[in-house]
């Protein structure tokens, strides 16, 4: 059972135009989400991420929307540039504990053609 | 390198064999998560241990699959008796004392290959 879903596995977008990379959950006792970054055979990679208490979190050519009452977030990516693609993660956490354990959803392969 | 080190990058074992991945968490990170990344598939939590206490292991199969993180060294997931099925990368993360948002930093991965 999914709670974090990435229903597009692959977003192909031309070289200065806008991608938009879209993240559903299911458990609304998240309060946390990321997005990470991976490169072929690397490691994840921290990218942005929001509170549940913002709708909106931006960070240079990325920002990251927010929809609680949708259970619904999304990556926008503007201008990308061929150097942003990658498979992009989404990942949501709850206290657990007093602990904040991500889960992740399956990612989505984004192309930036030059 | 400051980073979180896991060895070995690569590792090929054959059905019947045991696995031993390591990492070592980035300096003064006392938190330590291990995931699972299938072919095809997404990261999937196995293990998250502080020093010498494994905190939440509700992702680990039952059987076969282990993992420590002693007093002194690295943190060490270890798989017995491997089966086809373990074929994955499996990336260890670390967070620092105050991690409290999920922020994690992953390794660059072990894959594991079971002949």
């Known amino acids: 059972d999914q709670q974090v879903k990435q229903n597009s596995p692959s977003l192909s977008v031309q070289e200065g135009r806008i991608s938009i990379l879209n993240c559903d959950y299911t458990n609304s006792m998240f309060d946390y989400f990321l997005w990470y970054k991976k490169y072929p055979a690397e490691g994840p990679t921290f990218l942005i991420s929001i509170s549940s208490i913002k709708d909106k979190n931006e960070d240079g050519r990325f920002t990251v929307f927010l929809n609680k009452s949708a259970k619904h977030l999304s990556l926008h990516i503007v201008p990308s540039q061929p150097g942003d693609s990658a498979v992009y993660f989404c990942?949501?956490?709850?206290?657990?504990?007093?602990?904040?354990?991500?889960?992740f959803g399956r990612g989505t392969s984004l192309i930036v053609h030059p | 390198n400051a980073g979180v080190m896991q060895n070995p990058r690569h590792l090929v074992r054959r059905r019947g064999q045991e696995a031993r991945l390591r990492c070592s968490p980035m300096k003064g990170h006392s938190h330590v998560y291990w995931y699972r990344q299938l072919p095809e598939e997404g990261l999937k939590f196995m293990v998250y241990?502080?020093?010498?206490?494994?905190?939440?292991e509700s992702g680990m199969p039952k059987e076969r699959f282990s993992a420590e993180f002693p007093k002194e060294g690295p943190s060490i997931l270890r798989i017995q008796q491997v089966v086809r099925g373990d074929s994955a990368a499996y990336f260890c993360?670390?967070?620092?004392?105050?991690?409290?948002?999920?922020?994690?930093?992953f390794g660059e991965g072990s894959r594991l290959t079971v002949l």
């Open positions: 993360a670390s967070s620092p004392i105050t991690g409290d948002t999920g922020e994690l930093f």
């Open positions: 990942a949501a956490s709850a206290p657990s504990g007093g602990s904040y354990i991500p889960t």
């Open positions: 241990l502080q020093k010498e206490n494994i905190i939440d």
